[in-house]
C-alpha cells in the first residue's frame, strides 16, 4: 500500500472514529455525555489517534514554497489565526472544550466570532491549513480531507444544535453565514438566542 494511500486510509478512520464517540447517540449509550472525564478521554484519543494518522509517512514530495518574505507573511498569519482560535475557545470555555469542566450554559455562543460566522473554529482551522507556506503532498491532501471533514462536521452540528436549541438556533442561522464570515455585523452585540 503506498503511503498516499495509507496516509487517506488512516485519515478516514480517525474520521470516522472521532465522529462516532462525537455523536449524542454514542454518549448516551456509553452513559459518557454526563460523566466526568468523558471529554478529556476523548480528546486525548482523538490526538493519538491524529498523531497516528500523520505518522502514516515520513517522506512527502514539496509541492510548493511561498517565496521570500511571503513565507513570513503567511507564518504570521498562521500565528494570528492561532490567536483568533484560542479567542474562540475562551469564548465558549477552554476548559468545557479540553474536557476539565462540565458544560455549563444552556445556550449557545453567538457573540464575538460567532457573530460573524456560526463554525469559526472549523472556518479558521481551515484558513491556517491553506495559509501553511510549504506545502506538501501529505499537507495538502490533509488540507483538502480536511477541509470535507470540518464542512461535514459543521453539518453534524447544526443538526444537533437546531434539535437543541429550537427556533433560536434557527433564528440565529437566518442572520450569520454558515462557515464563511461576514466582515459587517448582521447581529447586534447584545443580541442573546437563549435555548
Known amino acids: 500500500m503506498s503511503d498516499k494511500i495509507s496516509f487517506i486510509a488512516r485519515f478516514i478512520l480517525f474520521a ?7 455523536a ?5 449509550a456509553l452513559h459518557g455525555s454526563d460523566r466526568p472525564g468523558y471529554r478529556l478521554c476523548y480528546n486525548c484519543a482523538s490526538l493519538v489517534l491524529l498523531g497516528w494518522v500523520m505518522s502514516a509517512y515520513g517522506h512527502s514530495d514539496v509541492l510548493y514554497v511561498a517565496p521570500g518574505v511571503t513565507s513570513l507573511i503567511m507564518y504570521a498569519l498562521q500565528l494570528g489565526i492561532i490567536g483568533i482560535l484560542a479567542s474562540c475557545l475562551r469564548q465558549t470555555g477552554i476548559g468545557e472544550f479540553l474536557g476539565f469542566t462540565r458544560r455549563t450554559s444552556t445556550s449557545f455562543t453567538s457573540t464575538g466570532w460567532y457573530s460573524m460566522v456560526r463554525h469559526p473554529l472549523y472556518f479558521f482551522s481551515i484558513l491556517f ?3 501553511n507556506p510549504v506545502v506538501t503532498a501529505q499537507w495538502l491532501i490533509l488540507t483538502i480531507m480536511g477541509t470535507v471533514y470540518f464542512i461535514i462536521g459543521a453539518l453534524i452540528e447544526e443538526k444537533r444544535f437546531t434539535a437543541e436549541y429550537g427556533d433560536a438556533y434557527r433564528r440565529y442561522q437566518q442572520n450569520v453565514p454558515f462557515i464563511i464570515p461576514t466582515l459587517s455585523r448582521r447581529v447586534p452585540r447584545n443580541t442573546q438566542y437563549p435555548g
Not at 470516522?16 to 462525537?22: E, I, K, P, R, T
Not at 449524542?24 to 448516551?28: S, Y
Open 24 to 28: 449524542v447517540w454514542v454518549k448516551k
Open 16 to 22: 470516522g472514529v472521532h465522529s462516532l464517540f462525537a
Open 129 to 131: 491549513m491553506v495559509m
